[in-house]
């Protein structure tokens, strides 16, 4: 077992044609890291697709910088950014094992950003709607930089209330899918 990162790669405005292009080079590039991956799969906002999660166990911060900038997406621009952090994995399970199984309601990425003391460190009540859920961590793993989940809620407004609000400098809130062949 490694170190568990989030990776999510932002699209580039206009590059949805070349995202749907790359999609089987993608998947392929992503099959080889099918036993390290925790969750994956596209993001939405305003019902457009708007980025690419993964959340994978690799190596170390080298391995998972490889992993994020060698993706065929990344490397063709499809992307104009990509977050990675260190994550730590407070359900212990993949997206696989969600009860809930990968259809049914609506699912989200929570992103958390903050700084200082952690927050948010006790999985929430609501755990069998949460598909992950855990830290955002500095490459070391000493220095808590929020939060990040994914979980099938009513509503993004939903989603975000998880996250103690006056925590964070910002929280994003995307739809997402499961991803890969699966």
């Known amino acids: 077992m490694g170190v568990e990162f989030l990776c999510y790669h932002r699209d580039r ?3 949805l044609a070349l995202r749907q ?6 998947w392929a590039y992503m099959d080889r890291y099918e036993a ?17 999660l993964h959340i994978v166990d690799l190596p170390d911060p080298a391995a998972v910088r490889a992993f994020a900038f060698n993706e065929p997406g990344y490397q063709a621009g499809a992307y104009r ?31 958390g950003f903050g700084s200082g003391p952690a927050a948010d460190l006790t999985v929430p009540p609501e755990r069998d709607e949460l598909i992950a859920y ?11 930089l929020g939060t990040a989940l994914l979980v099938r809620a ?29």
């Open 13 to 15: 405005a206009g590059s």
């Open 36 to 52: 390290e991956l925790i969750a994956r799969g596209p993001t939405f906002d305003g019902g457009r697709l708007s980025g690419s």
């Open 154 to 182: 009513s509503d993004p407004d939903s989603a975000r209330a998880l996250l103690t609000r006056e925590r964070y400098a910002d929280i994003e809130v995307h739809a997402w899918e499961f991803g890969g062949r699966r």
């Open 21 to 26: 292009e790359l999609l089987e080079e993608h």
């Open 134 to 144: 855990g830290p955002l961590l500095s490459d070391d793993g000493t220095a808590w």
């Open 81 to 111: 950014d990509v977050l990675v952090r260190r994550w730590r994995n407070l359900l212990g399970r993949t997206m696989w094992d969600f009860p809930g199984g990968r259809a049914g309601g609506d699912r989200y990425l929570v992103l």
